[in-house]
């Protein structure tokens, strides 16, 4: 990660100056998506010179990665499942991920991933990356499931739909629900993805 | 709709040119997005001047509602469904979907409704419009459950992730998955959505 250069020899102010365009940055990218921002953009919302931006960040690209840290990794939302205990595992993961991302500034960073995904394949190669190392990982290694892979994109279908829905289009109903509406309704889901049969039919009812 | 000019008083030559116009808006709008997207650009691809482009469909707003014209509409899906029963209609609605959508030429309009709805308002409202209109309304009029709008998100929400992660981002294994494994994988939740329990997490596990 280039993004380095700003967590060394970090002097005071500097902190101030990177914090401002990583927000100016991620403001960016959820709205126009990762194609139309730019580095004079960003700089200019940010208050500074795009040098600047390339010094902290080094490129477009690492200063993308930077602005869509996530609040809780996929990782952690997880094992917060999993220590919850097998049956509460869907549950758990569908109120972790809503609780991380519905304060309105940590939203933003959703959308601008989601909204970058969707324009430009260097986003969502990253995204993709993203989900095969903190995801896809740790539910091959934990559940001991048969296909695990498929069952990981399978709940990040779901993900990324209900972000969307919600948080985009915001389609009522939908967009208004409680956490507590949405555990109900879309938990049984993420559980039977992770560890239900996904063969023949058999829950068909 | 303004595209009525283009349906009546046709001559021959006048529907190629017309064809041709709807082929390379929807290419567009899948490649860039509605905003990105213009009527000089389209006009270009289709070999004709831009005047013709808006003699045809009015503006940029109808070109884009004429471009993305459903191969199956959501109300179609809906009936096949409740014709074949009301324990098939998970499995029947996620199998029309897909294969409505499988072939190249129909994808490509489903990525250029998802992709300007991501980054534009007037793509985005137009799709709640065309679900509101086509989806809302048939499933609360003909399964009589409660709670009909907030289903008919849900199923939403699990198909637009669907087609997200399997044809932009293209996630393995999803994006290979064959149809029959997806209907058996997602048919019970899209099942769940619209006739099962939804709250308490009743059907946890």
Known sequence: MSAAQGKTGRRPGESGAREAILAA?????????????????IATA???????????????KDLFEAALELP??????????????PDQLGAVI???FLEAWE????????????????TNDTAMAMIRDLLVREVFGPITQTLGVPDAPLRATL????????????????LEPLASASIDDLVSAIGPTVQ???????????QGG
Chains 1, 2 share one sequence.
């Open 103 to 118: 304060p309105p500034e940590t939203r933003v960073r959703l959308m601008a991933m989601l909204r970058s995904a969707m």
């Open 46 to 60: 940010a208050g500074v010179d795009p040098a600047l931006v390339l010094h902290y960040f080094g490129s477009k």
């Open 72 to 85: 809780v990794s996929p990782r952690q939302i997880f094992e917060r499942g999993v220590v919850a205990g």
């Open 94 to 96: 569908v109120r972790t």
């Open 192 to 202: 039977r993805y992770l560890t239900g049969e996904l063969g023949g039919g058999t």
């Open 25 to 41: 940055a991620t403001a960016a990218f959820a709205e126009a998506g990762y194609d139309r921002a730019t580095i004079r953009g």
């Open 155 to 170: 709940v990040g279908s779901q993900f990324v739909g209900l972000a969307i829905i919600r948080y985009i289009g915001r």
